[in-house]
Structure formats: C-alpha cells, structure tokens
C-alpha cells in the first residue's frame, strides 16, 4: 500500500512539473498573436488605421518608435509603429468594476519589419486574456473586442 501511494504522489508531481513546463513554454506564443501583412510597412499602418475608425473605435495615439528612440539617441533599424486604439463603451465597461487592467489599455496593435523583410502585425490576444479574467473582463475583451480586433486586421493579414 506504501509503494502505491507513494508512487501515486510521484506521478503527481511529475505530471506537475511536466504541466507546469508546457505552459512556461506555449504561453508566450499564446498571449501574442502575429500575422503577416498583405501591404507594406506605410500602407498597412494606415489601413489599420482605417480599420479602427471603421469598426466605431477611435485610435488615441500612433508611436513611431524608431522616431521616439531616436530623440533619445537610440538607433533601431527596421520599422516598428504601435498603434492605440480604444472604443469607450467597453473601456467603461471594464473600468466600472476592474480597473486593475487599466495598465492593459488602451489596447495595441504593432506593425513592424521582420527580420524576413516582410511587414508583420502583433497583439494581445485578447479573447485568451478576456478568458484567464473572467466575468466583465472576459465578456468584452474576450468577446466584443476580440471580434472588432478581429475585422479590424481581416482586411490588412495574409495567409500564412
């Protein structure tokens, strides 16, 4: 019976040690999601652009991080923009009873050169982020936002 159990427990800490590695180790593949882009570096900024004001969300800011390092006497070579979008009515939603992630908006899509040469767009994934919250928070960024995110970067993405 002592062999059993303690086997038992043995089994149990592996699995948990194996289980706890995998998700050291696909979790920061999960939380970000990059796709190519059919355009180029300019035309794909301005077409998500486009796609925030036509989905009713507004866009805050526009960085330019290579413009922004620079004034600080930093060199990066390939392009890189990160741009703010925010739609108010889930933003309240959220702030009303959550506003611990604050620090999560407003929400970002980067577009950058890849190292391949080609244009590439990264996000949160939010509809996973909405998930591992719950309740308010996984009501509107796993489900709205997600979904706006979603037609905001249809149009601009390329088959992988």
Known sequence: MKRIVISGLVGLLVGAVVTGLVVVKTMPGMM?????SRLG???????????????GWS???TIDMNKSMA???V?????????????AD??????ETDRYVASLMPCAIAVYEGDDGRVY???MNTGLMGKMFGGTIAEVMGGSVARDEHAILEPVVAEK
């Open 41 to 55: 570096f300019e035309e794909t900024v301005e077409a998500v652009q486009k796609g925030i004001e036509a989905q």
């Open 121 to 123: 767009l990264s996000k």
């Open 90 to 95: 889930y933003a309240k939603r959220v702030l």
């Open 71 to 73: 004034a600080r006497g």
């Open 59 to 61: 866009s805050p800011a």
């Open 32 to 36: 970000i999601v990059t796709r190519p």
């Open 75 to 87: 060199t990066l070579e390939p392009q890189v923009r990160v741009v703010q979008l925010c739609k």
